[in-house]
Structure formats: C-alpha cells, structure tokens
C-alpha cells in the first residue's frame, strides 16, 4: 500500500470509500465505456452501449437488451480484487464505515464488505414487472427460465434486472444512505472512477471531512481538491497484505 495513504488510513476513524469501474477491471470485469467496448457494441450489436442500457431501449427491444446484458454485464468468475479484500479488512477493524460503488457486480460484499451503497444496483437482483417476485443470476441466466432470451417469472411476466438504466432515478433510500456516510466521514477515498458519470458523482459534493483522496490512472476533474492524488492501480495502492505488513 502505498505509504501516504496508509498514513491518512492511520490517524482516520470514519472512511468511506467511493468506487468506479476501474476498481473491478482489475478482477476481470472490462469497463463498457472504454474505447474498445464502445468499438465492439456498435460493431456486434448496431448500438452504443449506453444506448442499449437504457430505459427505452429495454422496452422497445427487449430481446437485444438481454443478449447485450447477458453478454456484457455478468461476469460470474469474476473474484474481488486487492481493493475490494483490504476495503473489506479496514470495515472488520473499525476503520470504514461504508463503501459506496457505482459497479452492479457484488464484488465487495463477496470480499466480506456489509456496508455497501450500491448506486446503480445490483446483477444478482432480478424482479417480475408483473408480481414483484425476486430472482437470483442464476435463474435470469438459464435459458430453460428465458423465452427467445428473456427471462420469465413463474406468474409469466417478464423479470427486469434491479439495476439502474440510463433514464431511470437512483434509488432514494441507497442515495440517503450514501450522502449520510459520505457527509459522516472523516476520510473520503475516491477509486477506480474518473468523476464523469452523475448523478453519482455530484454525491462526494456532502465530503466535509478531513482528508480527500483520490487514486486513478487518469486525472479527474477534482484532483485539486485531493489532500492526496495516486495516479495508479488500484488493487496496486491499496494492497492488503503491503497494509497489514508495516
């Protein structure tokens, strides 16, 4: 871990850590909004990804939706990375207080993390449009639950992945939660995400702590407020086993 960090770590007792797509490009999950998956969506499918996750798009083509979903978004192999195993060790010794991720894998919580803010929601939550009844991945991704590659509640209706889609709100109560552990924190670590995607990122606008962090391979538009800037790998900085060490 690199050592100025560690040190902030240290003298802090309320970390919150805000995370982006390059936490989880590190254990496998590629970032749909890089140049070469921007390429391959409108080479494969006709459409740019952002388009193929919205809203209208899910409702007018359905079944294109859930072959670029299926295709794209779900990474069942995927295991959590550096950052996700330390974030994961700082909760269990009283350092983080909560971890708030525009990611929909459930990378954290499988590293051990109980606070998560999932802002965008969650791959592993599925629910009937007609009944409301939950589903896991598992159900949604096995075609023998499909019909023509979407998938079906038991009642008939058609099952909507619990995740956000261009055009639709951020969940109320996860926006409430993530403001009051950001504006709560003492330490604010920003990871992984280059500050473009709101409303997500306008939330570290509650920060009034101490310290802000800031750890990316590019700059961001707030690395002049940052205490610190890493322009590196985040399962690099942050390192478990360089943190337990010193």
């Given at each position: 871990m690199d050592k100025r960090l560690k040190?902030?770590?240290d003298k802090s007792h309320r970390i919150v850590f805000f995370g982006g797509a390059g936490v989880s490009t590190e254990s496998g999950i590629p970032d749909f909004r890089s140049e070469k998956g921007l390429y391959n969506a409108q080479?494969?499918?006709?459409?740019n990804p952002e388009t193929m996750l919205s809203h209208s798009f899910y409702m007018r083509h359905n079944k294109l939706f859930y072959k670029y979903y299926k295709e794209n978004l779900i990474y069942p192999d995927a295991v959590?990375?550096?950052?996700h195993r330390t974030l994961a060790y700082l909760e269990e010794i009283g350092k983080l207080r909560a971890v708030v991720t525009q990611n929909i894998d459930n990378l954290h919580q499988m590293a051990g993390s109980?606070?998560?803010?999932?802002?965008?929601?969650?791959?592993d939550r599925n629910y009937c449009e007609s009944c409301g009844r939950f589903y896991d991945l598992d159900y949604i991704m096995n075609e023998e639950n499909c019909e023509d590659g979407v998938p079906k509640c038991s009642c008939g209706g058609r099952i909507k992945p619990d995740v956000v889609l261009y055009e639709e709100s951020l969940d109320e109560d996860v926006i409430s939660g993530a403001v009051k552990a950001i504006s709560e924190?003492?330490?604010?670590?920003?990871g992984g995400t280059s500050l473009a995607v709101y409303p997500a990122a306008g939330l570290i606008d509650y920060f009034r702590g101490d310290n802000l962090v800031l750890i990316n391979k590019?700059?961001?538009?707030?690395?002049?407020m940052a205490?610190?800037?890493i322009y590196d790998s985040i399962g690099k900085v942050m390192g478990l086993d360089e943190y337990t060490c010193y």
């Open positions: 040190e902030l770590i080479e494969k499918y006709g459409y959590p990375g550096n950052a109980k606070k998560v803010f999932q802002l965008h929601g969650s791959v924190a003492d330490l604010l670590i920003i590019t700059h961001t538009p707030r690395d002049s205490t610190l800037a």
